[in-house]
């Protein structure tokens, strides 16, 4: 199946016509053991990268850098867990055999939600450093700010307007409360995942029925209740950083920019994973196809929804709005701005498109690592423009602590994804009581 040519009509009719009836279920379904070894590079990837890390402390801005590169890192593992745990809410709520392929690693991804909020803690105790509403918490600060040209009368107005959200106790009140409500969604789904395929009735259609009814009532409330805190926790740790600046669809954005990072991890995930049993048995070319369609879809709306806003703004032309564009263009951020575009969402667009790459696993790891790494270009470009600093700190020789988005971020998600694995490794790989499990066992046939 992993040949150059396992993407080919013919090959895959040929592997249909060799089997008669469905393939045997494979002897085990615990996780394979090369998990262990891809945890043991990960750790030793984030001792390098922290050790470099340390260095830029004592470069010019560096403790700086330092900080604003731990928000990027702290972000995509929120996005990479918090992710996970919505889109195994959706695959819960529609159901399908792509999710049954994909529910082990999200649930693994949703687990990694207490080491994230772990993670927090340097933000809150550093915030005053990278948030205007933290190192100004009242009036009277505000007031000294601004007599002191520290801040812009606009900039003073909107941080005595918003006090009652972004003010360092209530934003820190808020984080307990989104991390204590999805912890809470992790422990039931997770539970109850283990129940199901204990149960002593699994495999039979009464089981099936009962368990999907659980999971459904409690996953199609939970990804309301996920868009609601996921946009009060995209306000207050990256959209606050420009005080003055406003987004309608802020969290909308950022819900379907996780979906987009989490289908590209779970695809490589389970792709690296079919080298081996039990799903060399169960990968099977149409559920990796159906895959990269879900991939396409994520790309796509990531593509609407960021393109149709900053169409909207710009048109509108309104002076508390276009700021926010013109610090991402100007100043030599252009050349990011053109790098995000490219790398976000013209080269996964384009590639998504051919039906032979989607069926091909090979160029598939590469694409969902290139997507991985694109996301956190953009996540890099939605967090240092905001700061008065940022279009100096783009040229590398008079300011190299910039480096530190580079180390600082792998070092967060390598300990990240060492736990993710970590995870991934507790529990077997597959869903047992399901009633997709069977059919992912049929021999495929051409289409």
Not at 35 to 43: K, P, S, Y
Not at 143 to 168: F, Y
Request: glycine share 6%; proline share 4%; aromatic share 12%.
């Amino acid at each position: 199946m992993s040949s150059g040519h396992e993407h080919t009509g013919h090959e895959h009719h040929g592997e249909a016509g060799g089997h008669h009836g469905p393939r045997p279920i494979p002897a085990s379904f615990a996780t394979p053991e090369i998990v262990t070894a891809w945890r043991t590079r990960l750790l030793i990837v984030a001792v390098v990268a922290t050790l470099v890390s340390v260095l830029f402390a004592f470069t010019h801005e560096g403790r700086n850098h330092l900080l604003r590169a731990y928000l990027m890192g702290f972000m995509t593992c929120f996005g990479f867990a918090g992710g996970g745990l919505v889109v195994l809410m959706l695959q819960h709520v529609t159901g399908g055999k792509w999710g049954l392929l994909l529910r082990r690693p999200l649930e693994a991804m949703s687990r990694t939600m207490w080491l994230v909020a772990l993670m927090f803690v340097p933000i809150a105790i550093f915030m005053k450093h990278l948030y205007q509403w933290a190192a100004y918490p009242n009036p009277a600060a505000v007031a000294t700010a601004l007599q002191n040209h520290w801040v812009t009368l606009e900039q003073a107005m909107t941080i005595n307007d918003k006090h009652a959200m972004l003010n360092p106790v209530s934003v820190i009140v808020q984080t307990i409360i989104i991390f204590g409500v999805l912890l809470t969604l992790v422990y039931f789904i997770n539970k109850w995942s283990l129940q199901c395929d204990a149960d002593p009735m699994r495999g039979t259609q009464a089981s099936f029925d009962r368990w999907r009814t659980k999971f459904e009532n409690l996953c199609g409330i939970g990804i309301f209740i996920y868009v609601v805190l996921l946009t009060v926790g995209s306000i207050d740790w990256i959209k606050s950083l420009d005080v003055t600046w406003y987004s309608s669809i802020y969290g909308l954005q950022f819900l379907v920019g996780q979906g987009y990072a989490v289908l590209a991890l779970g695809v490589l995930t389970v792709i690296l994973l079919s080298k081996f049993e039990p799903l060399k048995t169960l990968l099977r070319m149409t559920e990796q196809h159906d895959l990269g369609k879900l991939m396409l879809a994520f790309v796509m709306l990531n593509i609407y929804l960021c393109f149709a806003e900053f169409l909207i703004i710009w048109s509108g032309n309104i002076p508390d709005e276009i700021p926010w564009y013109l610090h991402r263009i100007y100043g030599g951020w252009w050349t990011i701005c053109s790098l995000d575009f490219i790398a976000h969402w013209l080269i996964p667009f384009c590639l998504l498109l051919s039906r032979d790459l989607k069926r091909n696993k090979r160029k598939m790891v590469w694409l969902a690592c290139w997507m991985i790494f694109a996301r956190c270009i953009d996540m890099f470009w939605l967090i240092e423009p905001n700061f008065a600093d940022a279009a100096g700190n783009l040229h590398i020789h008079n300011n190299i602590g910039i480096l530190a988005y580079i180390t600082v971020p792998v070092a967060v998600l390598a300990v990240w994804g060492a736990y993710y694995l970590t995870e991934l490794k507790a529990r077997p790989i597959m869903n047992l009581n399901d009633p997709h499990l069977e059919e992912m066992l049929e021999p495929e046939h051409a289409h």
